[in-house]
Nanobody
């Protein structure tokens, strides 16, 4: 059974850096594309970033482009989201997903449970 587990969330101040990790288990040889989404209180879940299987193609939401970096280590079945220059509006639960590079969540097959990121002003 495929399982995605996020880690690295926490409480930080505006301008700080934070790196999230998402470890996948349950695959033997597949290296599917992966993505990050987030959901803030009262708002819909939104796309953050995605990366293809080899890591040489990435996609970002306009709101995070230039501040966030998605990367992957296939040997560890892990995808990372490095978040720089964090803003209070980045506060949300961040979810790892697998199966697509789309900005639309319906194209993803698997989801993690999420990790909370809180940015204080």
């Amino acid at each position: 059974q495929v399982k995605l587990v996020e880690s690295g969330g926490g409480l930080v101040q505006a301008g700080d850096l934070l790196t999230l990790s998402c470890v996948a288990s349950g695959w033997i040889s597949r290296k599917p594309p992966r993505g990050w989404f987030r959901k803030a209180p009262g708002l819909a879940r939104e796309f953050v970033a995605a990366i293809n299987w080899s890591g040489d193609s990435t996609n970002y939401a306009d709101s995070v482009r230039g501040r966030f970096t998605i990367s992957r280590d296939n040997a560890k079945n892990t995808v990372y989201l490095q978040m720089n220059s964090l803003k209070p509006e980045d506060t949300a639960i961040y979810y790892c997903a697998a199966g697509s590079v789309s900005k639309f969540s319906r194209f993803y097959d698997y989801w993690g449970q999420g990790t909370q990121v809180t940015v204080s002003s």
